[in-house]
Each structure stands twice: as C-alpha cells, then as structure tokens.
C-alpha cells in the first residue's frame, strides 16, 4: 500500500510570488492534515480535514494560505502571495476516520516526507 | 491546552550506550502521547504511542517509553544505541479534547548524534 505523497519536494520561488503544494493521502483515509515546521522551530498544526470539510482551520497563519481538498482525496496548499517567513517544511499527514466523540481510539497519522519550501 | 517541552536540542551518545530523550508534557484531558523519528529525507514515522493503557510503551526499533503522570513526563530510551537511529526524534500530544480534531502538538524535537 503506498503511503503519504507530497508533490514537489522542494520547491525555490521569489517572493510575491504562487506556490501550491499536493499531498495525497493514503486510499481510504479520511483524516488528512497539514502541518509545517519553519526553521529552529517546532512542527505546527496548519489544518485538518475529514473527507472534503475543513474541520480546523486555526493554525493556518493568514489569508495568503488556502487549503483545498476537493472529492475527499488530495489536497492542496496555496501561498498567494508568497513571504519571505513562509519558508519551512510543509508535511501532509492523514489518519483513518474516527467516530466524534470516541476518545477511547486513536487512529495513527502517517506523514508524507514532506515539501521544503524556499522564499527568496 | 496542550503543549510539550523537549529538553535537549542535540543529544550526542557512543555507539551502545544508553539513548535517554527527554519529553515533559502539559494536557487538560488524560493525554494520548507520541514519539515519532524522522530520518533524513523521510517523513515523520511513528516510534511508539501511549493511549491510556500500559504506562511503558514499547515501540520498534527496540525503543520504549514510559508514561509518568505525577511528572508529566513521557521519556523516550533504548538500551543500547546503534549508528542508525541517528536522527530527529519528536514527542507529541495528541488534542482529543472538546475540538476532538486529533491534530498533534509537538515538541521542539531532538537530534540524535550516535558516535562510533
């Protein structure tokens, strides 16, 4: 079974400028989330997904940053336009669906290798 | 909320020697903990995870962690090290609480540096 995708690797682009990131998740898994680490600091939560819904969107820093996942599947990352503190590792991660409320469970998020992103 | 505190950015052992990385955890809800390594070039890959059942966690690679609530403490060890799990480990609480998203709080992380 393939694991987590994320689609470019790195990515160098100028300041001002568009970039967007892919990530596939794992067939099935209805859970997807994105986090990004920037530079000396620690892996932050951007947003969550569950299928096609943004369930939390609260660490999405501003209104540059959109996040889309049509049908359910792969998702995407948009940086419009791009800033100089946007640089950092973007990771995609998705989890099997778990039932609101159901905290005796936790389902695994697997994490995609990441997309190094460069603002010039 | 929750948060997480790594204690030791860089921690450098000799090959065979005792791996102790240490993570201090804060949580308003019983908590559900992680450790995940990541290699170079390689995602975050999940070491070991601590959800409510048996306080000392066992996890690949002969790593094992031991859930402590009176220090709120979660450390990560494996007795002896080998040159390749020289990488960056990374403590995680889980935020399963009233937003139930699942979404991870992580540490700082640690590098680990395993000499000859």
């Known amino acids: 079974e393939a694991g987590v995708t994320q689609f470019p690797s790195h990515s160098v682009i100028e300041k001002g400028q568009t970039v967007t990131l892919r990530c596939d998740p794992i067939s099935g898994h209805d859970n997807l989330y994105w986090y990004r680490r920037v530079m000396g600091k620690e892996i932050k939560f951007l947003l969550h997904f569950v299928k096609e819904s943004k369930q939390d969107e609260s660490g999405m820093p501003n209104n540059r940053f959109l996040a889309e996942r049509t049908g359910g599947t792969y998702s995407t990352l948009k940086v419009q336009p791009a800033e100089l503190e946007d640089s950092g590792v973007y990771f995609c991660?998705?989890?099997?669906?778990?039932?609101?409320?159901?905290?005796?469970?936790?389902?695994?998020?697997?994490f995609g290798p990441g997309t190094r992103l460069t603002v010039l | 909320a929750q948060s997480v505190t790594q204690l030791g950015s860089h921690v450098s052992v000799s090959e065979g020697a005792l791996v102790l990385l240490r993570c201090n955890y804060s949580s308003s809800v019983p908590p559900y903990l992680f450790w995940y390594v990541q290699y170079p070039n390689q995602g975050l890959q999940l070491l070991l995870k601590y959800t409510s059942a048996a306080t000392l966690v066992k996890g690949i690679n002969g790593f094992e962690a031991e859930f402590k609530k009176s220090e709120t403490s979660f450390h990560l060890t494996k007795p002896s090290a080998h040159m390749s799990d020289a990488a960056e480990y990374f403590c995680a609480v889980s935020d399963h609480g009233s937003s139930n998203t699942g979404k991870l709080i992580f540490g700082q992380g640690t590098t680990l540096q395993v000499k000859p």
């Open positions: 991660a998705s989890s099997q669906f778990r039932l609101a409320g159901d905290l005796t469970s936790y389902n695994e998020q697997f």
